[in-house]
């Protein structure tokens, strides 16, 4: 079956705007998380969706990072007034259960 | 919050020799340890995990084996391969905190 999506695959935008990444989770899949990437390290946790619900927001840098889950499927992570550090790939992952994370391509955030 | 540790960072070897990569992590409470292979631009793709209720186990190629008292866990890889070539990723969660705490990775080179 298709396995987790993500879009759009690259976005770039300038300093102090506001972007919006998609996730589509599998079809199924109860949990959802977000995780951030930077070159050259592991992933790391951002938010963490159980049904509709943030579970766990604890890895949410700051307050201008938000996450939403409305129906309990596609997810967006939104991003305001961005910085240049927030430049990395942005990884969203699902699992039926605990455990078992499969992750969809990911989002290039540039920040100029 | 959890500290997971991997090492080597970068490892070469021959066709045909073994590869292993070792994790530590500092959290007693963690009990599922998976591993993620990502080649260059891909997503993270689980190749193995283990829970803490086991201490060893293995799939065609590759093993994982998790001591808890020492709190560490290693991937093993034999017969390797060239498509094996990728950065592998370690991790470790809690059932309380489903969020994956990963490694910094080990970039394997496998020549033939």
């Known amino acids: 079956g298709a396995g987790v999506s993500q879009t759009p695959s690259n976005k770039v935008t300038e300093k102090g705007k506001y972007v919006e990444l998609r996730c589509d989770p599998i079809s199924g899949h109860t949990a959802l998380y977000w995780y951030r990437q930077s070159l050259g390290q592991g992933p790391e946790f951002l938010i963490y969706f159980q049904g509709t619900g943030a579970a766990d927001d604890s890895g949410l840098p700051n307050d201008r990072f938000f996450a939403v889950r409305p129906e309990g499927s596609v997810s967006t992570l939104k991003i305001q007034r961005t910085e240049r550090g927030d430049s990395a790939v942005y990884l969203c992952?699902?699992?039926?259960?605990?455990?078992?994370?499969?992750f969809g391509p990911g989002t290039r955030l540039t920040v100029t | 919050g959890e500290n997971v540790e991997q090492h080597p960072s970068t490892l070469s070897v021959q066709e045909g020799d073994s590869a292993v990569i070792k994790c530590t992590y500092s959290?007693?409470?963690?009990?599922?340890f998976p591993w993620y292979k990502q080649e260059l631009g891909k997503r993270p793709q689980l190749i193995i995990d283990?829970?803490?209720?086991?201490g060893e186990k293995k799939d065609q190629r590759i093993a994982v084996t998790l001591n808890k008292t020492a709190k560490h866990f290693s991937l093993h890889i034999t017969e390797t391969q060239p498509e094996d070539s990728a950065v592998y990723f370690c991790?470790?969660?809690?059932?309380?905190?489903?969020?994956?705490?990963f490694g910094k990775g080990t970039s394997l080179l496998v020549t033939p």
């Open positions: 283990i829970r803490s209720n086991v």
């Open positions: 992952a699902s699992s039926l259960t605990v455990g078992e994370q499969y």
């Open positions: 991790a470790a969660s809690t059932d309380s905190g489903y969020a994956l705490n």
């Open positions: 959290d007693s409470a963690s009990n599922y």
